[in-house]
């Protein structure tokens, strides 16, 4: 059974577009919650999470905790084809160990 | 450059080869970890280190035997590989277990195994 879940597994916009992706995690040993976007090879970090209801944000890009929910969301607005990855979720847990979800593909059409 | 750099890019062996996989951290961390990404399955934890001690061995098979001499590097050697061990092998460090902070990964080897 997976720990973490993502939804959608694969996601297909036109830029311009805003999208959301879901990201549900275990309560298990819960130290945060790690975001990364994938494109060709090395996931690269985008953010983590400890504390619910505290929105982080890097220019088109935010993320929220839910630790009610145990979920996150990562929210892209206005979208461009340079966004096409495959965005990871992954809950880091009290040993230190990082656990991920089969991620989202995200496709962003001109 | 993420500052984790893994050698070779791409391999290709028999099942009866013995090769190894290398990475190499220029960020002063202290863990390092194996990831095996396959099609349509999520990244899968292999093995974890910290202060060059192992903490985690997720229930790989044998074949794959990890060593890590010292906190900047890590090896993956493998021996008697199955075709359904091609993957991607990812290698990430972060500063150390105790610490909540963010691992950063290195583009990977591909492997195929024929």
């Known amino acids: 059974e997976d720990k973490v879940v993502q939804s959608p597994l694969s996601l297909v916009v036109h830029e311009g577009d805003t999208v959301t992706l879901n990201c549900s995690y275990e309560v298990t040993n819960f130290r945060s919650l790690l975001w990364y976007k ?69 496709s962003v059409k001109p | 450059e993420t500052g984790v750099t893994q050698t070779p890019r791409h391999l290709v062996m028999g099942m009866t080869n013995k090769k ?12 390092m970890y194996w990831y095996k990404q396959s099609a349509k399955k999520p990244l899968e934890l292999m093995f974890v280190y910290n202060f060059k001690e192992q903490t985690e061995n997720n229930s790989v098979p044998s074949r794959f035997s990890p060593e890590c001499p010292n906190s900047s590097h890590l090896f993956l050697h493998l021996h008697t590989l199955q075709p359904e061990d091609s993957a991607l092998y990812l290698c990430a460090s972060s500063q150390e277990l105790g610490i909540n902070s963010p691992l950063h990964f290195g583009n990977g080897t591909r492997l195929t195994v024929t």
Request: contains cysteine; glycine residues 12%; hydrophobic residues 30%.
């Open chain 1, 38 to 106: 994938q494109e060709k090879k090395a996931p690269t970090f985008l953010f983590m999470l400890t504390s619910s209801g505290i929105e982080k944000k890097s220019g088109r890009l935010s993320s929220i905790l839910d630790k009610k929910e145990l979920s996150s969301i990562l929210n892209i607005t206005a979208t461009q084809t340079g966004d096409s990855a495959i965005y990871l979720c992954g809950q880091r847990g009290s040993q230190g160990n990082l656990i991920f979800g089969k991620g989202t593909k995200l």
């Open chain 2, 20 to 31: 190894s996989l290398k990475c190499e951290q220029h960020l002063g961390h202290n863990a």
